[in-house]
């Protein structure tokens, strides 16, 4: 549904260049919900201005619902009506609501729709529609200054829908909110989603809104996507960033002489009896350092932290013995005591992986903060 590809915005001012985006392809199905997430100026904002081409990319195309953006923007006037009459088919939703303050909540939805060209009652009709499926038939008459923030995401969320859109994106939609407010919203985002069949592009800079509404998401840092995939899919890469940011779990070696490894399985995997099968096959103990059961984009999964005696070299061959049973397995500790207990997932066979040392130096990385690595 939308598609970019070799997306790249290099801003200039003042003789300075900046790379907003270096190269973004993403593809995001019909239907779904899809999450961006990322460092503050890791060029999220960016990505969704130049998916409406509200910003000209520098280079690169952004196709939405099959139709090349990038080709009707800058052939002439003819064009700018083709690109207007694209764009009016995404909605978008905004941190700050951006509501005119001297109109009531149903001039406000109204507003897109006389730019559409339609008729005072047809606005009307459309407006009050929109506003109880909102949650807010009641409100058409209030000003935005009588509502609260989470209201006035709503009517923000109406507006947006008023084209009829097939896309919606929403930069920091939640952002402005209260955790509970925040899961209102994301609810209403979801409900829209799949009564609508509405295809959903969300930046966000909080894991909890791709934990609970995302069906895909993807990680940018400096203008570069370097992960993304559907949830499952992150979740069962080994060292994905973002699986280990969504799916936390903790606990810590009790000695040196010992391998920690984070178990995946989702839902129905008993591994309950895998782990005292492996107990009983290898003849060893294993302790069970933290565990945790969660719903990740709509599907029940669990990781498991355990730790097994000896060092990795020692435990080759129960780690395959878990990862022949389907589950994933990543290596905590267990390394060489030399390199630190900070050397985290970045051991073992399969350590090689760019993606996996990235996320060496803990389990649950922070993705997002300003300045956290
Ligand atoms: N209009 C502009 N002119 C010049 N530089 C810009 C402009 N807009 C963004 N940038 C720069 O581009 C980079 C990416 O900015 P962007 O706003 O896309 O980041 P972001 O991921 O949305 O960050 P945040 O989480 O803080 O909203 C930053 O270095 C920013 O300073
Ligand atoms: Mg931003």
Same mark, same amino acid.
Request: cysteine-free; glycine content about 6%; hydrophobic content about 40%.
């Given at each position: 549904m939308i598609t970019t590809t070799g997306l790249t915005k290099v801003y200039r001012s003042r003789g300075r260049e900046v790379t907003? +985006?270096?190269?973004v392809d993403l593809h995001v199905r019909e239907g779904e919900v899809y999450g961006v997430i990322g460092q503050s100026g890791a060029g999220k904002s960016s990505l969704i201005r130049c998916v409406n081409l509200l910003e000209r990319p520098t280079s690169g195309t952004v196709t939405v619902d099959g139709v090349d953006l990038t080709a009707l923007a800058g052939k002439g006037p003819r064009a700018g009506r083709e690109l207007r009459a694209a764009r009016s088919r995404i909605g978008m939703v905004f941190q700050h609501f951006n509501?005119?303050?001297?109109?009531t909540v149903q001039s406000n939805v109204e507003l897109p729709l006389e730019i559409l060209g339609l008729s005072g009652r047809e606005r009307s009709r459309k407006a009050l529609e929109l506003l109880d499926l909102v949650g +807010? #038939?009641?409100?058409?008459?209030?000003?935005?200054?009588?509502?609260s923030g989470g209201q006035k995401q709503r009517v923000g969320i109406a507006r947006a829908l008023a084209g009829d859109p097939k896309v919606l994106l929403s930069d920091?939609?939640?952002?402005? +909110?209260?955790p509970e407010t925040t899961r209102s919203i994301l609810q209403l985002l979801r409900d829209l989603n799949e009564r609508l069949g509405l295809t959903v592009l969300l930046i966000t800079h909080e894991m909890d809104v791709v934990k609970s509404v995302c069906d895909s998401a993807a990680l940018m840092e400096r203008g570069r996507v370097v992960e993304s995939g559907t949830v499952g899919e992150l979740l069962a890469t080994p060292g994905s960033q973002l699986a280990a940011a969504l799916f936390p779990v903790s606990g810590a070696a009790s000695g040196d002489d010992r391998t920690v490894v984070d178990v995946t399985f989702h839902g129905?995997?008993?591994?309950q009896p895998v782990i005292s099968q492996l107990s009983r096959t290898y003849n060893i103990d294993i302790s069970i350092l933290g565990a945790a059961m969660d719903t990740v984009g709509g599907r029940q999964v669990g990781r498991m932290r355990i730790e097994l005696p000896g060092r990795f070299e020692e435990n080759v061959v129960p780690i395959g013995f878990l990862r022949e049973q389907g589950l994933q397995v990543d290596i905590v500790t267990g390394q060489d005591p030399e390199s630190g207990? #900070?050397?985290?997932?970045?051991?073992?066979?399969?350590?090689?992986s760019p993606a996996e040392s990235a996320s060496a130096s803990t389990s649950a990385p922070n993705l997002v903060k300003d300045g956290a690595r």
């Open positions: 907003a +985006l270096d190269g509501l005119l303050s001297s109109r +807010l #038939a009641d409100k058409a008459r209030s000003y935005p200054s009588q509502l920091e939609a939640t952002s402005a +909110l209260d129905d995997a008993a591994t207990p #900070a050397a985290g997932r970045a051991t073992g066979p399969d350590s090689a």
